[in-house]
């Protein structure tokens, strides 16, 4: 199965709310990653959280990392329209090298 | 240019046909990755890159998969005798990989292969 899982699957909020997602994964990383992709396009960077750090923040988001249950939760605050996109978590690790492992991604929806 | 740039955008072909797809990296980043993405699913990594190192192709799905990358800078992945399961985005990605926290990955737009 595949390194990476997120859930929910699907999210759908309205503008202004918080959505969470949440990560999983299987082996030992160095770093996780966070990237969004709006449909139809590539994927976009959001955050990196190294594995010796257990918070992170920037702008509306927030990540956290709990290496004892292996996952990881992005929130994002406040919501808006155009945050509507697949959320994708990614690790790396000392057995993978830098090639990136990706979870299956959330859909979000942020109604107006 | 700016980001990376990939060709073409949609490639419709013939079961059987082979094609190419290209991908062109950000400027001086010295790792390239390719993956594929099947509709509402993740993404399957094929192939790594890494400078003048020998590729990883450990993701590379079978014998007719296959890439290259000339000069350290542009890519092309081959697909030979296509197949309807080919089908799928193929998502090219750059880098300055190596050393913790240095591998953040861009990513082009992808080129959209359906096989008829």
Known sequence: SQQGEEDPQAL???????????C?????????QWYRQNSGRGLVHLI???????????GRLRVTLDTSKKSSSLLITASRAADTASYFCA?????????????????LTVNP | GAGVSQSPSNKVTEKGKDVELRC???SGHTALYWYRQSLGQ????LIYFQGNSAPDKSGLPSDRFSAERTGGSVSTLTIQ?????DSAVYLCASGIAGGRGKNIQYFGAGTRLSVL
């Open chain 1, 12 to 22: 759908s909020i309205q503008e202004g709310e918080n959505a969470t997602m949440n």
């Open chain 1, 24 to 32: 999983s994964y299987k082996t030992s990383i160095n770093n996780l």
């Open chain 1, 48 to 58: 990196l959280i190294r594995s010796n750090e257990r918070e992170k923040h920037s």
């Open chain 1, 91 to 107: 690790t790396d690790g000392e057995t993978s090298g830098s090639r990136l492992t990706f979870g299956e991604g959330t859909q």
């Open chain 2, 24 to 26: 062109d990296p950000i």
């Open chain 2, 42 to 45: 993740g993404l399957e990594f």
């Open chain 2, 81 to 85: 005798r296509t197949q309807q399961e």
